[in-house]
């Protein structure tokens, strides 16, 4: 089966300044649907069993362990409803329009309620100041179905290219996911070894997240709707080997970014860029090569050729 070549036209344009208002808004409510995950799913290593996954539609939970069956709740971005579906054939929707996060809360927890899913989840969201409680949060009510429509878009592309990345590597290597605390799409790749204590200090974020999420060497990158005009994507090493920060990375318009502590890539370059599958692959090996060399990371038994089999498929 022959691939249609990707084209600018496939990476959507989404200036932050456009969309701040709802993307602030729909952070607060991946925050109370990724805390009903965390409240039922068996803790994975660096948290994973939180995440959510792109999908068809939007972003979904995938499937959640519940008493001898299961649920899954998923953002739909073309229909712009949330979906909340069992095993057992339940399902409920909560509509995704302008409205307070106090109300998008009382909704959601009276569509698991009617479902029989109890949810027990911490009234207040994580690595954002100030947490205001989700029962008390008036000030984020904004909900633009177009912006949120072109996010999804922007999702998609990014995790497209980041599964192809994710697939070079043989070693352990996180899935491509969506973290709901910080809002961004991630991969983190794994060199085996342990790391030191992490010292936390996200805020409204207790330490010991950090220690776990932190505790193997790595080499993460990602996508975030902030850090640029059309938001940015990042790579970063925990811990920082000497000679991270200087390697030579690519594409051109990639930097270091001291304040971060990390390398960013404007999600414009990419776009505009005459192959953006390409331009943000090579943003994605680069600073991935920037930490494991001046890691000393055993590259040839960790990185592996994902076309190894196609001439037998």
Same mark, same amino acid.
């Given at each position: 089966m022959t691939q249609t070549p990707r084209t600018r036209q496939d990476w959507p344009r989404l200036r932050v300044a456009d969309w #701040?208002?709802?993307r602030d808004t729909l952070h607060m409510w991946t925050q109370i649907v990724g805390k009903v995950r965390l409240a039922h799913a068996p803790l994975v290593n660096h948290w994973w069993q939180v995440t959510f996954y792109v999908s068809a539609r939007g972003l979904t939970t995938s499937s959640i362990p519940y008493g001898t069956g299961a649920f899954e709740i998923e953002f739909d971005f073309v229909d712009h409803r949330l979906h909340i579906r069992t095993s057992d054939g339940g399902t409920r929707d909560v509509a995704l329009a302008p409205k307070p996060v106090a109300r998008f809360h009382h909704e959601t927890m009276r569509a698991l309620d009617e479902l029989g899913i109890e949810a027990p989840i911490q009234d207040h969201?994580?690595? +954002?100041?100030? =947490?205001?409680?989700? %029962?008390? *949060?008036?000030?984020h009510a904004s909900y633009d179905a177009e912006a949120a429509h072109l996010f999804w878009r922007q999702l998609l592309q990014a995790d497209r290219v980041m599964g192809a990345f994710r697939a070079r590597f043989a070693g352990k290597v996180s899935p491509v996911h969506f973290f709901w605390g910080a809002m961004d799409l991630a991969c983190t790749r794994f060199s085996g070894r342990s790391a030191p204590t992490h010292p936390g200090g996200a805020p409204n974020c207790g330490d010991w997240v950090m220690v776990e999420g932190y505790s193997r060497e790595l080499s993460s990158c990602g996508?975030?709707?902030? $850090?640029?005009?059309? $938001? &940015?994507?990042? =790579?970063? &090493?925990?811990?920082?080997? *000497?000679? @991270?920060? #200087?390697?030579? +990375?690519? /594409?051109?318009?990639?930097?270091? #970014? /001291?304040?971060?502590?990390?390398?960013?890539? /404007?999600?414009?370059? +990419?776009?505009? &860029?005459?192959?953006?599958? &390409?331009?943000?692959? #090579? @943003?994605?090996? %680069?600073t991935y090569e920037a930490a494991a060399d001046n890691g000393g990371w055993d590259r040839p038994a960790l990185e592996t050729d994902p076309d190894r089999w196609n001439e037998r498929r």
């Open positions: #701040s208002e709802t969201p994580n690595e +954002v100041e100030p =947490a205001i409680p989700f %029962t008390e *949060d008036l000030r996508f975030w709707p902030g $850090g640029g005009e059309e $938001g &940015a994507f990042y =790579a970063y &090493a925990y811990p920082e080997p *000497d000679g @991270f920060r #200087s390697h030579p +990375v690519a /594409p051109a318009d990639a930097h270091y #970014s /001291p304040q971060n502590g990390q390398y960013l890539l /404007p999600y414009e370059a +990419v776009r505009t &860029a005459d192959d953006p599958d &390409a331009a943000l692959m #090579s @943003f994605l090996q %680069t």
